[in-house]
């Protein structure tokens, strides 16, 4: 059974920071690449960011500069480390986990936790 959980969502002031975690089980989590998405009320599910087995990361423009990814393969969990919050990063954030060689291998969404920036 594959499952990933997230946590460390919440209210935070504008200017604030949040660190979201996802941990991943019944995947060899060392070779997926990892990522996170999020989705505001009225808009469809857009790409944060991802980082790869090779620890390569990719960000969306909108959160370049603010938002940090990273993995820890001993623990099977990837981070999002977020600052500068703004009222439009209000969401529901969602771990993703994905593998392809050729064709897709693995393709696996946790349940999402809620951030809201708001003064």
């Known amino acids: 059974q594959v499952q990933l959980v997230e946590s460390g969502g919440g209210l935070v002031q504008p200017g604030g920071s949040l660190r979201l975690s996802c941990a991943a089980s019944?995947?060899?989590?060392?070779?997926?690449?990892m990522g996170w998405y999020r989705q505001a009320p009225g808009k469809q599910r857009e790409l944060v960011a991802t980082?790869?087995?090779?620890?390569?990361?990719n960000y969306a423009d909108s959160v370049k500069g603010r938002f940090t990814i990273s993995r820890d393969n001993a623990k099977n969990t990837v981070y999002l480390q977020m600052n500068s919050l703004k009222p439009e990063d209000t969401a529901v954030y969602y771990c993703?986990?994905?593998?392809?060689?050729?064709?897709?291998?693995?393709?696996?969404w946790g349940q999402g936790t809620q951030v809201t920036v708001s003064s």
């Open positions: 019944g995947i060899i989590f060392s070779i997926y690449t």
């Open positions: 993703n986990a994905y593998l392809r060689v050729g064709a897709t291998l693995g393709d696996y």
């Open positions: 980082i790869t087995n090779g620890a390569s990361t």
